[in-house]
Every structure is written in C-alpha cells, then in structure tokens.
C-alpha cells in the first residue's frame, strides 16, 4: 500500500520537472519557428521565423534535460496540423512582437532634432 503514494509522488515530480522546464505552446512554436526558417521562399518570413525560433530556444530553462525537451516536442509535433500551422506561428510571432513592443515601451522617446530652416541661397551683391 505505500509504494502506490510513493510512486504517486515521484511521477508527479518528474512530470512537474518538465512540464515546468517548457511550456507546451512555447514548444510547439520552437517547432514551427524552426520549420518556417527551413521552409520559407520570402527572405523577409524567413528573418521573421529565425528571429522567432531563437526567442523560444531562449525561453528553455536552464534546468530543462534533453530527454524532457525531446518528449515535449514530439508530444507538441503531434498537435501541429498543415491546416493550423500557419494560424499557430502568427500567433508565436504575435507574442515575440508583444514582448518587443513591451521592451520598446521601456525606452525613453528619441528627442526630436529641431526643424531646420530650409537653405537660402546666397545673396546676390
């Protein structure tokens, strides 16, 4: 009767360990970004989708293993479908420009240069 809680106990703390080190939709965008990257013909949705991926490569944690990262991105390759790829990387690059614009937020408007007078040409004498 007590291996049942203790083994209770250990899967939830291995499951909490992964399901902690990277969060399911952030996964799923790691994928897409990375297969846009690869995949794309335009130069500028390709920039986009590189800058993507390396934002979500960065929101790995430090902690995460490469087995938890192996399971949870097969687990996520699962969900992603030809029909709602490309509703799901708007989304993931929606968020990128979201934390963009909150950064962007944090700086001090750029001082405006004080108009210039238009040039006169010399007077004639």
Not at 90 to 98: D, H, R, T
């Given at each position: 009767m007590k291996a049942a809680p203790i083994a209770l106990a250990a899967a939830l703390l291995l499951s909490g360990t992964a399901a902690s080190a990277q969060s399911a939709s952030d996964a799923g965008c790691l994928i897409l970004s990375n297969v846009f990257a690869q995949?794309?013909?335009?130069?500028?949705?390709?920039?986009?989708?590189?800058?993507?991926?390396?934002?979500?490569?960065?929101?790995?944690?430090?902690r995460t293993t490469a087995p938890q990262l192996k399971a949870l991105l097969d687990?996520?390759?699962?969900?992603?479908?030809?029909?709602?790829?490309?509703?799901?990387?708007?989304?993931?690059?929606?968020?990128?420009?979201?934390?963009?614009?909150?950064?962007?937020s944090l700086s001090p408007a750029p001082a405006q240069k004080p108009a210039t007078p238009p040039a006169t040409p010399p007077k004639k004498p």
């Open positions: 995949k794309a013909a335009e130069p500028e949705v390709k920039k986009i989708a590189e800058d993507t991926f390396y934002f979500y490569l960065g929101r790995i944690a430090d687990a996520q390759s699962k969900t992603i479908t030809d029909a709602t790829a490309s509703t799901m990387m708007k989304n993931c690059v929606q968020a990128l420009q979201n934390r963009s614009d909150l950064m962007a």
